[in-house]
């Protein structure tokens, strides 16, 4: 904390907020090690169904895709 990258990416998504839940994890915090192993040098990082999406910064393109076809494949 702070976190100004991962703000930033947070603004990016905010148009997509209803679209899916935003669950933000604190690699600091001693039960996230796992994930602070993995990705200390690659933060933010995003998953999107449990599955690796994209990390540094939101790759808008990417994100809809993807999104697009969760919502196609939960119809």
């Known amino acids: 904390k702070p976190c ?3 703000d930033e990416a947070k603004e ?3 148009p997509y907020k209803r679209r899916f839940i935003l669950q933000e994890v604190d690699i600091a915090l001693p039960e ?6 993995k990705y200390k040098y690659d933060i933010p ?3 999107l169904n449990g599955k690796f999406l994209m ?3 939101v790759d808008i ?3 809809e895709d993807r999104l697009r076809k969760v919502e196609l494949q939960s119809e």
Do not use: A, G, I, M
Not at 32 to 37: A, I, M
């Open 45 to 47: 990082v995003f998953h």
């Open 12 to 14: 990016v998504l905010e």
């Open 32 to 37: 996230n090690s796992t994930w602070y192993d």
């Open 55 to 57: 990390k540094h910064r």
């Open 61 to 63: 393109q990417k994100f």
């Open 4 to 6: 100004p990258l991962c």
